[in-house]
């Protein structure tokens, strides 16, 4: 039985909560142990410092690069940020080394050395055909070919840091959002904390794939103070995925929260100024019973990011996430090299950190071991800045994206046309909700969830996810059975935490999933306004194209039932004004169920917006499982030859009854329903225009600044001649929507506006 | 610092002229003396030297649009610097419309901090602060009000919807205007050829005002292109000028006049024999020359008035009227009285070339105390001239032409010129106008007073 019933009894017996304890610099070995112990083989202890050496080189070309002093790229500008992690390079080459080549992580605007590392550790572990599918024209032996490929991230890295096609991102990303989907790496991320919720849908996903795979958001400290940054802890720590709620799959989610603590966040001090704790891994005692599993690590001592690393995924693989890891480490630079740091710290505490420099004690490290000699160290040095400097300099010379490509990349082609064998089974826990048609009709209500359950049915890649949307069946009753239908593991309810939902529906997007996310009010959309503006709308763009966000984002309106500002809002213009994302808003229960299914098969961040007027309308909708209406298709919902309503969501309500009130008249409204804001259709409104030469554009929204604005700016652009009036605008008033039914009546548009807004043209 | 370029009072009433051309381009350098631009006057197009060097680095005021006399037209400068922003002084200044949908926008700006307080009855956010109604704002001046709609609806239908009564707000013609109008013109029945169709689209021709003469009245190509040798055309400054000058003179001045004879056989005679010699005068210089030896014999012709006082001018400065295809000018000949008949030659014959090619300057464009106006060449019996504003008479000269004549009770046939002249009767009375041109006709006619001369 998927829903579960809960039976809280009061207890309010006397007792002291324990926090447990959480264990600091337990790693104390050397590498001559860890060798001894078979921990390490000679050769990954080599690989350690190559890789810490190819970080390091890499970002002091950065810093030189500034002054002109890199001379494999003489006469190169660089434009862009100065981000640079030198004397945090232990964490990256630890925290990579001790994860899986499949394994995926997020990374940081200060993300060089994760994004070097995860790179350069999965391609020492791919085989042939793998490493051949990276650099095609290289030949030679094995380790010559791996040699290349290593050559070739480097160079691939550097080219997204300078902006070119050849970049990771094709130049889109560039130093703060680079991405390498072939390896695992889900992303830089420019918003602080704006990596860790989408590493947790990740993390989601691996759980709901069962792939065995561990995610690792790697951040800051300072992005610990942030919402979203918390609100995923809570997430990855929710009982349901272990408790009895998981029936018989009881598995943490495996996700590592490495925090990266360096101390500073831009400035901001996390000991004794911005935070209230001396150690951030406490932070996993607020959210989970077992403290996550956390540690605190020495940052600067490779070796012991690396067993830390190891045994968190270890515990992630066994269903016992999520882990979250303090890794105390330093950064020599400041912020940018703008940053002349002695504002906020002394010359004294980078003196005592360099002391501890992770590459000068590991070298230390290997030559004591007799892994390597100090000649053979100095060799290994050359070798990788030979290699940095030729890959540089091709990155340096390599092509510009074409100015007439700045659009491109912006939106997916692709739709999920053909479901793979692997995600059409499907299984059916119980029943099926039982949606039964009067006389043909449905109510737009029941015309979601039709569309909802078809879609579930036809791809188990397709999840539902919100608050109340498991039992209770949403607020607004939309996905109310779906859980009897498909489970927990495919429809469940989320913390109330707007920001993680969006985003972790980003992070497991990004592994192939396809979440149908609830927002229930529209108004909570601005929750989560970075992982709608600047996650799901934009990874596919700064990712090159390499990341399909296919994903839908239900938003409910309730303006017009007297439920004041915060429950109100009819906000889809100000999506509509982020590149990237689709804004849909079906008016009709048709239209619901046709765009809906539309929606969920399309590769791009949806916005979806329902409205609560509309729930209990009523009429024909196809039974079709293949019933499908394109995006970006207005449609006619009345002819008429002498003014033209174009509209969307409610508004067409008001509009068709405007119509029927002037047909009194003698007069013959069109009314056309846009029915996507983006892609918008501006043929079949110009083709309405162009035949009557008159024009009111309507919707729910506040009026200024509104998407109307641009129809309108469209319409007298394209059709200037066809215009027989100025253009009329008929949208909520300009105010807060306010609870009073007076006065929300006087502040939603209505039929009588557009009558009027009709007379004073006709 | 970049120098302003003014635009330069040439003419003689000029307050607004318009620029005909750029002789430079942005960019190019300007030295002192350099022709910049042309601009049209009343009487000619003239050329505007530049009195600066530097670089013209901004046209302010582009060819084919007009500015006031002082207003800077343009800048020159220095390779790369910035002229500053100024706005063309435009005839027409143009007035935008207040904007402000049914609805509304937010205050463009708050100028009460207590809006929401004065407006606090509504419940509404103003939509500016100080509402313009789009009706109170003038277009701009002879912009017809009409839809765009309604507007292409003419175009399409290749009427002029100029005099279309609007129904629309404000009284914007619209489409169902046009529609009306169509009906109630007959436009169904109209036949027309597809080729005249388009050559009165492409002119912009009102065919609703084209008589079709092909077959049942079909119009046809030749209608439309009589149609558009018939349509109205601008006048020039130049015929405005003269327009406006001549018929303030014929209106404000009473005009009465006198015709003589002139035998001239003594002097086309005389004339022939100083050409057989190298010596190439005209009638005209013979005749200037007659006017500005009796001019000086009469100071009361040789004056001006304004109605109220009278002005005797003590220098003769012959106007000397001369025709060009595009109208008329009136080149002068000043302080005519101290040249000699040699010198009077080339000064007409320079004058005259000039004023034909219109490079005349302003300067030798005004000022005339009296004007001849000789049709001679024209084949003329008699005309009658208006005075040009400012003097008190006008030399209307006819053609010589051989006339039946009786001398001495025989009837000879004599080359006889009419000389009329125009009096101002204000400064004027008859028996002073009858010998004024007995003194011009007895110099004319007596060659003794040339033969010196010549």
Redesign the interface.
């Known amino acids: 039985m998927p829903n579960h019933l809960n039976d809280l009894r009061p207890d309010f017996t006397k007792r002291k909560i324990s926090c447990g304890s959480i264990p600091a610099y337990r790693f104390e070995a050397t590498l001559a142990d860890e060798l001894a112990a078979r921990h390490i083989t000679k050769r990954e202890a080599v690989n350690l410092l190559e890789d810490m050496l190819i970080v390091r080189e890499f970002e002091e070309m950065i810093v030189k690069l500034r002054s002109g002093a890199y001379p494999a790229c003489a006469g190169f500008e660089y434009r862009g940020p100065t981000h640079v992690s030198i004397g945090q390079e232990a964490c990256s080459v630890g925290a990579c080394s001790g994860i899986a080549a499949e394994d995926y992580i997020t990374s940081t605007h200060r993300g060089h050395g994760d994004s070097v590392a995860k790179g350069c550790v999965a391609i020492r572990q791919m085989n042939a055909a793998a490493l051949r599918s990276r650099v095609p024209d290289a030949t030679g032996t094995p380790g010559e070919i791996c040699e290349a490929a290593l050559e070739d991230h480097i160079f691939r890295t550097a080219a997204e840091l300078f902006g070119k096609e050849d970049g990771y991102c094709k130049g889109r990303g560039g130093s703060m959002h680079i991405a390498d989907f072939s390896v695992g790496h889900l992303g830089a991320n420019a918003i602080v904390g704006g990596g860790v919720p989408i590493a947790t849908g990740a993390a989601w996903a691996c759980r709901y794939l069962r792939n065995g795979r561990v995610a690792v958001s790697f951040a800051g400290d300072g992005a610990y103070s942030n919402g979203v940054v918390l609100e995923s802890l809570n997430w990855a720590a929710q009982h349901q995925f272990t408790n009895m709620l998981a029936k018989g799959h009881s598995y943490g989610l495996p996700m590592i929260f490495a925090i990266q603590n360096n101390h500073y966040g831009m400035t901001g001090r996390a000991d004794n100024e911005v935070a209230g704790v001396e150690f951030l891994a406490r932070r996993a005692a607020g959210f989970d019973d077992r403290n996550m599993h956390a540690e605190v690590v020495n940052g600067m001592d490779v070796l012991a990011v690396r067993e830390a690393m190891q045994r968190a995924a270890a515990l992630c693989r066994e269903g016992r996430g999520p882990c979250l890891l303090e890794l105390s480490t330093y950064r020599y630079y400041g912020h940018s090299l703008s940053d002349p740091r002695n504002e906020y710290r002394t010359r004294e505490e980078e003196t005592a950190w360099k002391e501890v420099d992770p590459l000068e004690r590991y070298t230390r490290e290997i030559v004591a071991a007799r892994a390597l000699t100090r000649k053979g160290v100095e060799a290994l040095v050359e070798k990788v800045q030979a290699r940095n400097a030729r890959a540089a300099a091709r990155a340096a010379k390599a092509l510009e994206p074409k100015p007439a490509d700045v659009l491109k990349y912006l939106y997916s082609d692709l739709t999920s046309a053909v479901v793979p064998a692997e995600f059409q089974k499907v299984e059916i826990v119980r029943e099926k909700p039982a949606i039964t048609r009067t006389n043909g009709q449905l109510t737009y209500r029941d015309a979601l969830k039709e569309a909802l359950l078809e879609e579930m049915l036809r791809d188990n890649r397709v999840v539902v996810y919100g608050e109340d949307v498991a039992e209770y069946g949403g607020a607004f009753k939309v996905t109310k059975g779906l859980l009897e239908a498909f489970g927990r593991e495919r429809i469940f309810n989320s913390p109330i935490s707007e920001a993680a939902i969006c985003s972790t529906a980003v992070g497991s997007a990004m592994l192939g999933l396809r979440p149908v996310i609830e927002l229930m009010y529209m108004d909570f959309a601005l929750m989560s306004g970075d992982a709608i503006g600047n996650q799901a709308a934009k990874w596919h763009y700064m990712s090159g194209a390499k990341a399909e966000i296919a994903m839908v984002i239900r938003a409910s309106v309730g303006g017009g039932k007297g439920y004041g500002g915060q429950h109100s809002q009819t906000l889809e213009s100000v999506f509509a004004h982020i590149p990237g994302l689709y804004v849909v808003y079906p008016a009709t229960p048709r239209d619901a169920k046709g765009l809906l299914k539309t929606a969920i098969r399309d590769n791009n961040p949806i916005l979806f917006v329902e409205s609560q007027l509309l729930y209990m309308t009523k009429g024909e909708v196809p039974e079709d499982p293949e019933f499908t209406i394109p995006l970006g298709l207005a449609e006619v919902k009345r002819e008429g030859k002498d003014i033209s309503f174009v509209v969307w969501g409610p508004a067409l309500q008001d509009a068709l009854k405007a119509a029927d009130e002037l047909a009194g008249d003698g007069v013959e409204a069109e009314v056309v329903d846009l029915r996507s804001l983006i892609p918008l259709d501006m043929a079949t409104v110009l083709r309405s225009v162009r035949k009557t030469g008159k024009v009111v554009v309507g919707s729910q929204c506040v009026t200024t600044g509104s998407f109307m604005g641009e129809v309108i700016a469209n319409i007298q652009h394209d059709a200037f001649d066809a215009l027989d009036a100025p253009i009329q605008r008929v949208g909520a008033r300009d105010t807060i929507a306010p609870q009073s039914h007076v006065l929300e009546s006087a502040f939603l548009p209505n039929a009588a506006d557009f009558v009027a807004a009709a007379r004073a043209i006709l | 610092m970049a120098q302003p370029i003014l635009m330069p009072k040439l003419g003689q009433s000029d307050e607004v002229a318009p620029i005909v051309k750029w002789r430079k381009r942005i960019g190019e350098t300007v030295n002192k003396g350099d022709i910049l631009f042309e601009i049209e006057t009343e009487k000619a197009v003239l050329e505007v030297e530049s009195f600066f060097a530097g670089r013209l680095i901004k046209i302010v005021v582009p060819a084919g649009q007009a500015a006031p006399v002082n207003a800077t037209v343009a800048f020159l400068g220095k390779p790369g610097e910035k002229a500053p922003e100024v706005a063309a002084a435009a005839a027409h200044p143009v007035v935008e419309h207040g904007a402000g ?6 205050p463009s700006r708050v100028e009460n901090k207590d809006y929401a307080l004065s407006s606090g009855g509504s ?3 103003p939509t500016v602060a100080a509402p313009l109604a789009a009706t109170a704002v003038p277009l701009k001046p002879g912009r017809l009000l009409i ?6 609806l003419a175009s399409a239908s290749c009427i002029d919807p100029a005099g279309i009564a609007g129904s ?2 404000d009284g ?1 013609i ?2 169902k205007d046009v529609r009306a109008h169509l009906e109630a013109r007959g436009y169904d029945k109209l036949r027309i050829s597809p080729a005249a169709k388009a050559l009165a689209a492409q002119q912009k021709v009102d065919i609703l005002s084209v008589t079709g003469t092909g077959e049942g009245g079909r119009i046809m190509t030749e209608d439309i292109q009589r149609a558009l040798a018939e349509r109205p055309k601008p006048l020039t400054l130049m015929r405005q000028t003269i327009a406006r000058r001549l018929t303030q003179s014929v209106v404000t001045t009473p005009h009465f006049y006198v015709t003589v004879s002139v035998d001239m056989g003594d002097l086309l005679k005389l004339r022939q024999e100083a050409k057989a010699r190298g010596s190439d005068y005209s009638v005209t210089d013979f005749i200037l020359a007659a006017c500005i030896m009796a001019l000086q014999e009469a100071p009361e012709v040789n004056s001006s008035t304004d109605g109220q006082s009278v002005r005797w001018h003590a220098s003769v400065h012959l106007g000397l009227a001369t025709s060009r295809p595009d109208g008329l000018v009136v080149p002068v000949i000043r302080d005519a009285q101290k040249l000699t008949l040699a010198e009077l030659h080339q000064a007409a014959k320079a004058l005259a070339a000039r004023a034909r090619d219109g490079k005349l300057l302003p300067e030798e464009l005004s000022g005339s105390t009296f004007t001849v106006s000789n049709m001679g060449m024209l084949n003329v019996e008699n005309f009658t001239a208006i005075i040009n504003p400012g003097e008190s008479a006008i030399l209307a000269v006819s053609s010589t032409l051989p006339t039946p004549v009786a001398r001495d009770g025989n009837v000879v046939v004599r080359p006889i010129m009419k000389i009329t002249l125009a009096s101002d009767h204000r400064l004027v009375d008859g028996a002073m106008a009858a010998r004024f041109v007995n003194a011009i006709k007895t110099k004319l006619e007596d060659v003794s007073l040339w033969t010196r001369s010549i």
Not at chain 2, 147 to 152: C, E, L
């Open positions: 949908g049914r609805h509304g926008g937010r419940g509404s956010v839809s765009p709609r309604a507007r292409a629309g707000p914007r619209v489409e």
